[in-house]
């Protein structure tokens, strides 16, 4: 079974910094992009941040440019999403996406996670 696990996720303090990892299980993950993805309650999802099959390139939305840093373990068969200075705006369930295309497209994505809680809060 093809499947994709975001772990990490937490309630955490303006300024704080969480690590986001998505493990692959059933298929071997450095054949795909990997895009992280955030949607908050009443609002379209939107792509966070995408790495390409070697890690060579990644991009990241505006909102988040300079806080947040996506890298990939293909050992480990793990992408991760390091994310510092959370803003309350972070709140959101975060996804991350095996897909075809490197891009923050989420409909250019085929495979999920379950997603994880993100909530920054004080």
């Known amino acids: 079974q093809l499947q994709l696990v975001e772990s990490g996720g937490g309630l955490v303090q303006p300024g704080g910094s969480l690590r986001l990892s998505c493990a692959a299980s059933?298929?071997?993950?450095?054949?795909?992009?990997i895009g992280w993805f955030r949607q908050a309650p009443g609002k379209e999802r939107e792509g966070v941040s995408y790495?390409?099959?070697?890690?060579?390139?990644?991009n990241y939305a505006d909102s988040v440019k300079a806080r947040f840093t996506i890298s990939r373990d293909n050992a480990k068969n793990t992408v991760y999403l390091q994310m510092n200075s959370l803003k309350p705006e972070d709140t959101a369930v975060y996804y991350c996406?095996?897909?075809?295309?490197?891009?923050?497209?989420?409909?250019?994505?085929?495979?999920w996670g379950q997603g994880t809680q993100v909530t920054v809060s004080s």
């Open positions: 790495i390409t099959r070697s890690g060579d390139s990644t």
């Open positions: 059933g298929f071997t993950l450095d054949l795909y992009p």
């Open positions: 996406a095996a897909g075809f295309s490197a891009t923050l497209d989420p409909y250019k994505y085929d495979l």
